[in-house]
């Protein structure tokens, strides 16, 4: 998410070639700054959003990329709590606060693991959670893919 379109352009001007799609979305900014608050990625084929008409997106509904995703209702309270900001970990689990129970709940539900963590304090004090928070690993039976006109991969 960039505030501005035109910079989703740009972007995607370099993305496009390696095979990158996008759509372009709006949501309530009264419901946070930036969209990895606002919808979590839980597992492949299932998001959370805000439990609110439309899901808190302006203009329509949902991404035409989403549309055949499942969608876990987060309740307002919780995403103002940080609900949103998760660490989907590929393999049916999910990294969320402690805060939001009934996320937690509704995720389970949808057949999602939650890992729940004490976050509370760097939330209110930041307003980054989890995903904000991470950086990528690299693990030693990981492939790596170059990336064209990227830097060679570093050897051991």
């Known amino acids: 998410s960039c505030g501005v379109p035109q910079a989703a352009d740009f972007m995607m001007r370099m ?9 372009i979305w709006f949501f309530d900014s009264n419901l946070s700054y930036h969209s990895d608050c606002i919808m979590a990625n839980l597992a492949e084929g299932v998001i ?7 899901y808190g997106i302006l203009g329509g509904g949902v991404p035409e990329c989403f549309k055949d995703y499942e969608i876990v209702k987060m309740p307002v309270e919780e ?3 940080g609900a949103a900001n998760q660490i989907c970990l590929g393999d049916g689990r999910s990294i969320v606060v402690r805060t939001a129970k009934e996320t937690i709940k509704r995720m389970k539900a949808a057949g999602v693991e939650p890992i729940p963590i004490k ?23 990981d492939p790596v893919k ?3 006109d990227g ?6």
Do not use: M, Q
């Open 15 to 23: 993305l496009k070639r390696e095979g990158f799609t996008h759509d």
């Open 48 to 54: 959370a959003l805000p439990d609110l008409p439309n």
């Open 79 to 81: 995403v103002k709590l």
């Open 119 to 141: 976050y509370d304090a760097i939330w209110a004090y930041y307003h980054s959670g989890p995903d904000c928070s991470d950086a990528d690993v690299w693990r030693e039976n």
């Open 146 to 148: 170059p990336v064209p």
């Open 151 to 156: 830097p060679p991969p570093i050897e051991n």
